[in-house]
């Protein structure tokens, strides 16, 4: 059996190495032209369901790589108002194991981590136009540059604007949130560093700020510094024996994004870059604390990026083919939750599985991908609707709305306030966030 992924993103190459290491014939085609190309250095959160699912699709060395190569843990979780002062700061609890935590790792270098020993499997300048299925069931996946490649199954990884789930099921929708963000990234150094208070500097910050404008500050430390020198000698063969450090380029950084409702921004912020951008965020946060717009102003302008946020509208189960979908390319969910990476890591394993099993002939291709699409439509699509209320990460939530908006924030705050004083109710918060992360078996 022989499998085409399209898309090189995260569930679609932890997909390819579960295949690889479990002996099936896979290909990547991945429409940049090199791994380095197509990369911003931001934060994902791996929780203990894509942690396991890595841990089981990735070759052993790799996952340690993985582990080695995330930034340090957080030590709080942090609840500030924009005028930097602290609503709650709630002490996390220290990773337990390299399996089962909680991990931040910046995307460009789990990029680098994933293409790691993929040189055989992945094709790059690689485009995706169409696909045809053939009566035997084998499908033909075409390009922009005029090539074909013929498997028997094809995998769509290929992200929220997927042209495979555009061919295959061209009613599955996506819909604007209405929320805008923008996300930016600014180097850790001594002044940056001083801006920040201890639990910030080591935890991960929310911000509830007036007039409907949420922020999130989080800061990444890294094994290595600027020129990809161990910090510490202990950690000396770490880039000595990973390759990918050569393609990466993070270094520690201070990751603060904002958002809000769209009419809290220019109409024009989608397509701004650069100073533009940065300026644009600088107006929205005039009334934040000089510390915290320091930090945007002392940002990287190449780095800044805008996002119109998008979910998956539900679709009902379809027939099962020879072609089937993972992560994004149809559940994509908001980062309310911050789940979307972690479920198509569970899309990739739990897929592996499947066309593993039917490769060994335990059980018939199309039976392995209808058990994969049986049980992986209705969790992603709780996923969706889960992310969709949380955060603020829907345009019609009252924080956004001129009067129930000053309502909402006091009642989110005095929320966290109080959940960071009782030691009970803290306990609950942590035990509800970490079974909702942690839960899932993949």
Request: aromatic share 8%; with cysteine; glycine share 8%.
């Amino acid at each position: 059996m022989h499998v085409l992924v399209i898309g090189g993103g995260t569930g679609g190459m932890c997909l390819a190495h579960g295949l690889k290491k479990a002996g099936v014939s896979v290909a990547v085609y991945e429409r940049y032209g090199s791994r380095s190309d197509g990369l911003y250095g931001y934060r994902v959160g791996i929780d203990p369901t894509g942690s396991r699912a890595l841990h089981e699709c990735l070759p052993p060395g790799l996952f340690t790589t993985f582990v080695d190569t995330c930034a340090r843990d957080p030590r709080y979780f942090n609840v500030l108002t924009q005028s930097n002062r602290t609503t709650a700061t709630i002490e996390l609890p220290e990773a337990a194991d390299a399996v089962n935590s909680e991990r931040s790792v910046s995307r460009s270098t789990l990029r680098q981590v994933l293409f790691t020993g993929m040189d055989d499997v992945v094709h790059y300048g690689k485009e995706f136009t169409r696909y045809e299925q053939h009566p035997d069931g084998r499908v033909t996946a075409h390009f922009a540059d005029g090539t074909t490649a013929t498997g028997d199954v094809l995998v769509a990884a290929d992200g929220t604007r997927s042209a495979v789930r555009r061919q295959y099921l061209p009613h599955a929708e996506i819909k604007d949130t209405g929320i805008t963000a923008v996300a930016t990234r600014t180097a850790l150094t001594p002044e940056t560093r001083a801006l920040l208070s201890d639990e910030v500097l080591n935890g991960l910050s929310l911000i509830f700020g007036t007039k409907g404008l949420i922020g999130m500050l989080h800061v990444m430390e890294f094994k290595w510094d600027a020129e990809g020198r161990p910090k510490n000698p202990a950690d000396k063969a770490l880039p000595a024996s990973w390759s990918g450090l050569r393609f990466d380029n993070t270094h520690d950084y201070i990751n603060l994004s904002v958002w809000s409702s769209h009419d809290h921004f220019p109409e024009d912020t989608a397509r701004q870059r650069g100073k533009q951008l940065v300026d644009t965020v600088l107006r929205v946060t005039r009334n934040w604390h000089p510390d915290l717009r320091r930090i945007f102003e002392l940002s990287d302008p190449a780095a800044a990026f805008p996002l119109r946020i998008a979910t998956s509208v539900p679709v009902d189960p379809w027939p099962t083919t020879t072609v089937t979908l993972l992560g994004d390319a149809i559940h994509t969910m908001t980062p309310g939750q911050g789940v979307g990476a972690n479920t198509s890591l569970r899309d990739a394993s739990l897929l592996c599985r499947e066309l593993t099993a039917a490769a060994r002939g335990d059980k018939p291709l199309l039976t392995a991908i209808g058990d994969y699409e049986a049980e992986m439509i209705p969790y992603g699509f709780t996923r969706v609707a889960e992310s969709l209320d949380n955060n603020g990460t829907s345009g019609d939530d009252p924080l956004y709305r001129p009067v129930t908006g000053r309502l909402a924030l006091f009642a989110t705050r005095s929320f966290f306030s109080v959940t960071g004083k009782v030691p009970a109710l803290r306990r609950k918060f942590l035990a509800d966030m970490y079974a909702y992360r942690g839960t899932d078996t993949v």
